[in-house]
């Protein structure tokens, strides 16, 4: 069984540009979640989808962080315009019943 | 708030001796206690539920509500224990979201 995926790996950006960051889940899990590491510090809980709707965006820093999944598959988070301080590694989990399971992660360095 | 401890940033030991990942949460109420390892260029995984009460790899976690804390604990440690390792709450209820302590970066020397 495929685990959850993300793309790209890495990902080197301006400040003041676009990226987007794609997250597959593992196949019929309706729970995505994704996750930020900022150097230094705790991974934080960023947002939760079930299915396509999301549940909790809480811990979205500000409205330049866009979170989609459409269709309810694999989910887009869009930063626009990326600010220095988004650098960091982005996680995506997703889960049924239970534990998260978790992507390798995007890193994100804005320059 | 919720909010997860883990005081030691590394800690380095021996192998064959015991170790212990301290861990310490604050929530008001019952929470759901996981660790998470991370070895090496591999992702995050899950080691660790406290309501599964097993013994994985030769780890174990004894959640204690009086002094809320959720310690892992190995008692010969192995080179291949090397690894960050993070642990997490889940509130009760459609909280789904995890929260993390900041990790701890356990090396076994040889």
């Known amino acids: 069984e495929a685990g959850v995926t993300q793309f790209p790996s890495h990902s080197v950006i301006e400040k003041g540009q676009t990226v987007t960051l794609r997250c597959d889940p593992i196949?019929?899990?309706?729970?995505l979640y994704w996750y930020r590491r900022v150097m230094g510090k705790e991974i934080k809980f960023l947002l939760h989808?079930?299915?396509?709707?999301?549940?909790?965006e809480s811990g979205m820093p500000n409205n330049r962080f866009l979170a989609e999944r459409t269709g309810g598959t694999y989910s887009t988070l869009k930063v626009q315009p990326a600010e220095l301080e988004d650098s960091g590694v982005y996680f995506c989990?997703?889960?049924?019943?239970?534990?998260?399971?978790f992507g390798p992660g995007t890193r994100l360095t804005v320059l | 708030a919720q909010r997860v401890t883990q005081p030691e940033k590394l800690l380095s030991v021996f192998k064959g001796a015991p170790v212990e990942l301290k861990c310490n949460y604050s929530?008001?109420?019952?929470?759901?206690l996981f660790w998470y390892v991370q070895y090496s260029r591999q992702r995050l995984q899950l080691l660790l539920r406290?309501?599964s009460r097993e013994s994985i790899k030769g780890f174990t976690a004894d959640l204690n509500k009086g002094e809320t804390s959720f310690h892992l604990k190995k008692p010969f440690a192995q080179e291949e224990d090397s690894a960050m390792y993070y642990c997490?709450?889940?509130?009760?209820?459609?909280?789904?979201?995890?929260?993390f302590g900041k990790g701890t970066l356990l090396t076994v020397n040889p």
């Open positions: 196949s019929g899990h309706d729970n």
């Open positions: 929530y008001s109420g019952s929470p759901e």
């Open positions: 997490a709450l889940r509130g009760v209820g459609s909280n789904y979201k995890l929260t």
């Open positions: 989808f079930v299915k396509e709707s999301k549940q909790d």
């Open positions: 406290h309501i």
């Open positions: 989990a997703s889960s049924q019943q239970g534990g998260q399971f």
